[in-house]
């Protein structure tokens, strides 16, 4: 059975760092696509960052474009999301996800995405 953890979530001041994690277990996903997600109360899921199999290459929604890295470490099968100068509209609950299928593309939709973590909460205050 497949599971996704996060971790690294909490309170922060505005212009401080988070750096979430998000931890595989259940199969390797090596070669699959791994992205973040975030949800505000009473607002759609939103795209956050995706990264490819390898890790070369990295796609940013534009609000957080400059100030988030994504990276991750197939050997721990383990995504990672380094967030930088966080602002209070970045608050939200925040989701790791993993395709299924490997291969290429770019997928920034809820839909493109098979497994999902439950979550943890980022805070930043003003």
Sequence with gaps: QVQLVESGGGLV????SLRLS?????????????GWFRQAPGKERQFVAAINWSGAVANYGDS????????RDNAKNTVYLQMNRLKPEDTAVYYCAVRASPGGGWYRAVGDYDYWGQGTQVTVSS
């Design 22 to 34: 998000c931890t595989a277990s259940g199969r390797t996903f090596s070669r699959n696509h791994m």
């Design 13 to 16: 001041q505005a212009g401080g």
């Design 64 to 71: 957080v474009l400059g100030r988030f890295t994504i990276s």
